[in-house]
């Protein structure tokens, strides 16, 4: 399963870039298909950290580690979001930063979890 959860956050930061990637060359309609797609993967995403977080021994810091990657997805809805209105989304990328920061620090270094 944690293959799995890999497996479908790695393809939802893909599908992020590549819809960033859309919308700066100005295919409106290629960007709002892969947010579509994106959101399924954000589903995906969560489902599988989910179905990992009530497969082990919660720890309060898997908890945190499911609570900031929530908050990264929510950044990558507010960075798109943003760009798509054509708004500044300087501290949107900055959280995002952070939060993906986090994120992959306690679940690659910190928790026991990993590959």
Same mark, same amino acid.
């Given at each position: 399963?944690?293959?799995?959860?890999?497996?479908?956050? &790695? &393809?939802?930061?893909?599908?992020?870039?590549?819809? &960033?990637?859309?919308?700066?060359?100005?295919?409106?309609?290629?960007?709002?298909?892969?947010?579509?797609?994106?959101?399924?993967?954000?589903?995906?995403?969560?489902?599988?950290?989910?179905?990992?977080?009530?497969?082990?021994?919660?720890?309060?810091?898997?908890?945190?580690?499911?609570?900031?990657?929530?908050?990264?997805?929510?950044?990558?809805?507010?960075?798109?979001?943003?760009?798509?209105?054509?708004?500044?989304?300087?501290?949107?990328?900055?959280?995002?930063?952070?939060?993906?920061?986090?994120?992959?620090?306690?679940?690659?270094?910190?928790?026991?979890?990993?590959?």
């Amino acid at each position: 399963m944690i293959h799995a959860h890999i497996t479908s956050w &790695l &393809l939802a930061l893909i599908l992020f870039i590549v819809a &960033l990637g859309l919308h700066k060359s100005g295919k409106e309609k290629g960007f709002k298909i892969v947010k579509m797609i994106l959101r399924l993967f954000y589903l995906l995403t969560i489902g599988t950290g989910i179905w990992i977080l009530t497969s082990i021994n919660i720890d309060m810091m898997y908890v945190i580690k499911s609570l900031v990657g929530i908050w990264v997805i929510g950044m990558f809805e507010m960075v798109l979001a943003g760009t798509a209105k054509g708004k500044k989304t300087a501290i949107s990328w900055l959280l995002l930063i952070i939060s993906l920061v986090i994120v992959l620090y306690l679940g690659f270094v910190y928790l026991p979890l990993s590959f």
